[in-house]
């Protein structure tokens, strides 16, 4: 089955520590994109990247880090100093050939910071 | 920076009511505009979306879309709502390599 997979579901962590969230697709897509969903807030950018060994910065990127080093994975690492890090993170992945093509979601990682 | 608006909160309707939801974004020039859908406990979903041509767009589950370039608006539509249509509504709009989306609207249908 092509599609993006998120581990894990539901992730606890204690204040204070990183946290590495994990984002793979088989879809052979060149974009990847993360995002926090808060209530009634939407869907804010993290990070993204179009290529491998390339990403940029999203609105609220403060916090957080990425690498890209295959084309199949974008991991997030939210880090301690993220201020208010429990949240439901989205990753997707947009093909960039032929043009004007959608962002593909995965389930999410719902993180709790205790 | 291109931004984008959804009025509606929260919706409530009672099934085969019509629905609107409305859409606003910030700025013209050529846009590309999404709805998107989150069923309960499901991944985000593409519902349709408009890039150029006719500016009644088509999506699935008899949802349809209205670009006004005049108004900068993408209204999402149904006739005749579902209790299965109960989920969490994104308009999107696309800025050069980013998606942008609206906080969402939360519709409730009732049996």
């Known amino acids: 089955d092509g599609g993006i997979t998120q ?9 204070g520590q990183n946290v590495t969230l994990s984002c793979e697709q088989n879809l052979n897509h060149d974009a990847m994109y ?5 209530p009634g ?3 804010r950018l993290i990070y ?5 060994n390339d990403f ?7 916090g957080y ?3 890209r080093e295959k084309k199949e994975s ?3 690492t939210v880090t301690s100093a993220q201020k208010n890090p429990t949240a439901f993170y989205l990753c997707a992945s947009r093909g960039l050939l032929g043009g004007n093509n959608e962002q593909f979601f995965g389930p999410g990682t719902r993180l709790t910071v205790l | 920076a291109q931004s984008v608006s959804q009025h509606n909160h929260h919706v409530i309707l009672s099934e085969a009511a019509s629905l609107e939801l409305g859409c606003n974004y910030s700025y013209g020039g050529t846009v590309n505009l999404f709805w998107y859908v989150q069923y309960p406990g499901q991944h985000l979903q593409l519902l349709l979306k408009y890039f150029s041509g006719d500016p009644l767009v088509k999506g699935i589950k008899g949802f ?10 993408f209204n999402l539509r149904k006739p005749s709502v579902q209790w299965s249509d109960t989920a969490e509504y994104f308009c999107a709009v696309s800025d050069t390599d980013k998606l942008i989306f609206g906080t969402g609207t939360r519709l409730q249908v009732f049996p």
């Open chain 1, 7 to 15: 581990s894990p579901k539901y992730l606890f962590r204690k204040e």
């Open chain 1, 34 to 38: 993360w995002y926090r969903q808060d």
């Open chain 1, 41 to 43: 807030q939407g869907l």
């Open chain 1, 65 to 67: 880090s990425v690498s």
């Open chain 2, 64 to 73: 349809e879309a209205e670009f006004i370039k005049s108004k900068f608006s």
């Open chain 1, 74 to 76: 974008f991991p997030l």
């Open chain 1, 48 to 52: 993204y990247s179009q290529i491998v």
């Open chain 1, 56 to 62: 940029q910065k999203g609105d609220i990127a403060e």
